[in-house]
């Protein structure tokens, strides 16, 4: 049975499901009043509550805030977040929360299945208060509908017009605000609410503390010695979001002639030959120190990793906020996304580069398909040498040690490759209209 690409989720989504949901809208909407449910939000009135996000470990992490005020205002009450099959590995991982129910959406079988298992468990349950992270999703909104929870609070935006008889409470999604504070702006709905947006650290056990020292003494031949890590990877939801690869590989070459200590090129087991892609440009010198060690590690040791890095260099993805919530400073990448949006900028140890003179930049919140069609500019015209100085800022290296030429050339290259795309483009177009 084939694998779902998230491009056909989508479709699926809006093609089908979302006509299901404005069918609903005709019949939840009198059957709400007929039943004059008691939407009460005492203590006593609420034992059951949902926290719904699917897609995006970053996500994830971004709600930890929110899912700790809750669990503040609700101690008695028994707290559940509903993920993904694929976000398993952070979600075990949350604190304040009693159980975690999974989606598996690896296609339409597996997704029918497991979605009749979850409600059947929410029946079971019981379900108060309902939180729909999602925003566009009408596969979350028939979720949160048929758990027949009492309160089902949601987001809504003009072109979710589906939402508004299925959920009983909802709030606007602002995009050009943080994505934590929208999301405590949602339980505010409920009467929760704090200015405290710092991201709860994920756990990580002892023994995988203790296996990654032992790890760092085998590569490096001492447990103390100075390492970054750099993750050159986005997720499937969008991979316009990648810095290009020949920036990665000149940066570590650059960078490792001048720093004294080992980089690790991180990622999952499907990510490991774009790493390798990348380690194959490295020159001989900066292979002796740098790693790819994509998928070799669990993902709990990956955060012991993380968590001890002198810092973190990465593309917008999952990891970040990851790198976020265990206090390690980081350097971040951003062109389809808003720095502003996800980037956190009371954290006082991360770098977010972003170029803000490319017109359709941002643009990941607004349409389906990049109006770049893959030749991401936004990402291409981050400077490599702004990369390294915003590095070697972090890592307490001085820039005057470096010799950057090779970064101009490379950069000079890539941006003249891409104006060459673009003005064929143009011509293919012309032509076409003629």
């Given at each position: 049975m084939s694998a779902l690409k998230f491009n056909q989720k989508i479709f699926l989504d809006r093609v089908v499901l979302r006509p299901i949901a404005l069918f609903l809208n005709c019949i939840v909407r009198p059957v709400g009043i007929l039943l004059n449910r008691n939407h009460d939000l005492t203590g006593i009135n609420v034992k059951t509550i949902v926290i719904a996000k699917l897609v995006g470990m970053g996500s994830i992490c971004r709600a930890t805030p929110m899912i700790r005020e809750i669990r503040n205002k609700y101690p008695h009450a028994k707290v559940v977040v509903l993920t993904s099959c694929k976000n398993r590995m952070i979600a075990e991982r949350l604190n304040n929360i009693d159980m975690v129910l999974y989606v598996d959406d690896l296609s339409i079988y597996t997704t029918i299945v497991s979605s009749l298992g979850v409600l059947f468990r929410f029946w079971?349950?019981?379900?108060?208060?309902?939180?729909?992270?999602?925003?566009?999703?009408?596969?979350?909104?028939?979720?949160?509908?048929?758990?027949?929870?009492?309160?089902?609070?949601?987001?809504?935006?003009?072109?979710?017009?589906?939402?508004?008889?299925?959920?009983?409470?909802?709030?606007?999604?602002?995009?050009?605000?943080?994505?934590?504070?929208?999301?405590?702006?949602?339980?505010?709905?409920?009467?929760?609410?704090?200015?405290?947006?710092?991201?709860?650290?994920p756990t990580i056990s002892r023994d995988d503390s203790e296996k990654i020292q032992l790890f760092l003494t085998n590569a490096s031949g001492n447990y103390n010695s100075k390492y970054i890590v750099i993750n050159p990877n986005a997720s499937e939801l969008l991979s316009e979001r990648k810095w290009p690869g020949v920036y990665f590989a000149e940066l570590i070459n650059v960078f490792s002639s001048v720093y004294e200590g080992t980089i690790f090129l991180i990622g999952s087991a499907d990510e490991f030959t774009c790493n390798a892609a990348i380690y194959e440009k490295l020159t001989e010198k900066s292979r002796a120190t740098t790693f790819n060690i994509a998928g070799k590690l669990p993902f709990g040791q990956v955060l012991s990793l993380i968590e001890h890095a002198q810092c973190m260099l990465t593309n917008d993805s999952g990891l970040f906020h990851i790198a976020l919530s265990l206090g390690t400073k980081t350097v971040s990448l951003w062109g389809p996304g808003n720095r502003s949006h996800y980037a956190d900028y009371e954290y006082v140890h991360?770098?977010?580069?972003?170029?803000?003179?490319?017109?359709?930049?941002?643009?990941?919140?607004?349409?389906?398909?990049?109006?770049c069609q893959g030749n991401n500019k936004c990402m291409q015209s981050i400077h490599p040498v702004s990369v390294l100085n915003a590095l070697s800022t972090l890592c307490s290296v001085s820039s005057d040690l470096f010799n950057t030429a090779s970064l101009e050339s490379i950069y000079k290259e890539v941006n003249a490759e891409s104006l060459n795309i673009t003005m064929t483009s143009k011509r293919l177009q012309k032509t076409a209209n003629n």
């Open positions: 079971q349950l019981r379900v108060d208060l309902y939180f729909d992270l999602e925003v566009y999703s009408a596969y979350s909104t028939l979720l949160a509908t048929f758990s027949l929870a009492r309160n089902r609070y949601g987001f809504y935006r003009e072109s979710t017009a589906f939402r508004l008889g299925l959920h009983t409470h909802l709030v606007y999604f602002n995009d050009n605000r943080n994505i934590s504070w929208i999301y405590m702006m949602l339980a505010k709905a409920c009467g929760v609410y704090s200015t405290n947006l710092m991201l709860d650290k991360q770098i977010a580069l972003q170029n803000n003179d490319i017109y359709c930049s941002p643009c990941i919140y607004r349409v389906d398909k990049v109006p």
